[in-house]
Every structure is written in C-alpha cells, then in structure tokens.
C-alpha cells in the first residue's frame, strides 16, 4: 500500500482544455503568434511560461523576460475567468472520496496559484489534498521531477512510497525521475499508445476504473464491495461519479 498519491489537475482530474487554449490563443494573438489548438494541447503540463516560449519561438518571434511575464499574467488572469468551463472528469469525486482518510493526498499541477485555487474551491474538493503544489512554486517544469518531490516533502511522505496519476508524457516522465510509481489516464491529449510507450505502471482508459486504481494504490477489497459494507455500517449511499 502507498502512503501518498499524488495527482495532476489538467487533463487528468479536470478538463481544462477549452479554457487553457482559449486563454493561450488570446495573449498570443496580442503578439501575432498564430500556432494551433493541437500544437497547444499538446504541451498543456508543461507551465505557461514554457508553453509561451514555445509558442514564440515557433512563431519566430523575439521577447525578453519582461514581455514574457506580461503575457504570462494576462493568460492567468483569462484563464480564471473561464473556469465556469472546466469541469471535472467522471469518477473524479468518486476516486477521490475513496481515497479520502485511507492515504495523503496532493495536487501537482502546472496551472498557476490563482488559476487553481479558484478552481477547486468552485469544484468543492479542496478538502480532499493535504497539499496543493503550482507551477508558482518551482522553477523546473514537467519532466523535471521539481514537483512532484515538493509534493511529497510536504506531505513528509518519501518519493518510493507514492504513486501519481498523470495524462501527459510529461508527467509520467516526472514521475518515474522522481523515483515514484506513476497510474496513466489517456484523458487529455495523449493517447494510450502514446502513453504505453513511456511505461506507466499502471495504465488506465479512466478514472470511472475505480476498482483497478484502488486495487493498485491501497490493494484491497473491491470499491464497490468495501462501500456496500460502510453504507451498512454507516447507512449512506455510495456516492456519484461527480
């Protein structure tokens, strides 16, 4: 059994997709720097400064530091605003509530601060993380393992004793540099496929395969089975999905 487990937010808790490029698009029109959706989603994960390094830097466009913070800004600022967009995933809550009480819990996410504190304050599940790590906290973006080491320093938990859930290349890069073991959902912008090829100990297609990523992280008794016997115990319903 893991002591801690440690999630991404973008594409793997909550789907953010429309917000994050939306919010990308506009401050990069401002600079006349035209790249796709794909191009965008693609590195979602990454960090906003770095995605908009990239973005530039296709677009053969010079910047300094200056510019790139106040690009930076803007995009967050946007990307707040459009939270009423994001929603979470089926069989988020559910995991979620599941592993509540049984293991420490934190979110490692590339989003900014203000993007997600708001965020899981509308969602109503920022009871759940003992720990919340941004992107306004490290230097080193994903694959760098930065992240996913602060997390586990502040839930006092080693790194070989907790076990991510990640979408993206990127994350489960991270992880495994982090010396953690490492669940991948194909939920944002990678695929299975791609996914596959960078090893995840355990492999995914959802968050609603409740009893497969329980099994995994806690190895017990089926979800369905340990919740049949606390609804006796405690006369409540197993919960929804969201």
């Known amino acids: ?47 906003t400064r770095k995605m908009i390094e990239d973005a530039v830097n296709k677009c053969n466009i010079s910047f300094d530091k200056k510019i790139l913070e106040e690009l930076a800004t803007k995009k967050i600022t946007l990307q707040r605003e459009l939270s009423t ?11 979620l509530d599941a592993l509540y009480s049984r293991v420490r819990i934190a979110l490692a996410t590339m989003s900014a601060r203000p993007v997600i504190d708001k965020l899981l304050t509308e969602k109503k599940i920022k009871k759940y993380f003992t720990a919340v790590v941004t992107a306004s906290e490290i230097s080193k973006p994903k694959p760098d393992p930065e992240i996913f080491l602060l997390a586990a320093k502040r839930l006092n938990v080693l790194p070989q004793h907790c076990v991510t859930i990640e979408d993206s290349i990127f994350g489960v890069k991270a992880s495994k540099k982090a010396k953690m073991k490492c669940i991948a959902i194909p939920s944002g912008a990678y695929t299975k496929k791609e996914l596959q090829k960078e090893r995840p100990h355990l492999l995914v297609d959802s968050l609603t395969h409740t009893d497969k990523i329980l099994n995994y992280i806690i190895q017990t008794q089926p979800f369905k089975e340990r919740y049949a016997s606390i609804s006796q115990d405690k006369n409540h319903k197993i919960p929804d999905s969201n």
């Open 1 to 47: 059994m893991f002591e801690a487990v440690i999630f991404d937010w973008d594409g793997t808790l909550a789907d953010t997709q429309k917000a994050v490029v939306e919010s990308f698009q506009t401050i990069l029109q401002e600079v006349g720097c035209i790249v796709t959706n794909e191009f965008l989603e693609r590195r979602i994960g990454t960090g």
């Open 85 to 95: 967009s994001v929603t979470l995933f089926e069989g988020a809550t559910r995991l």
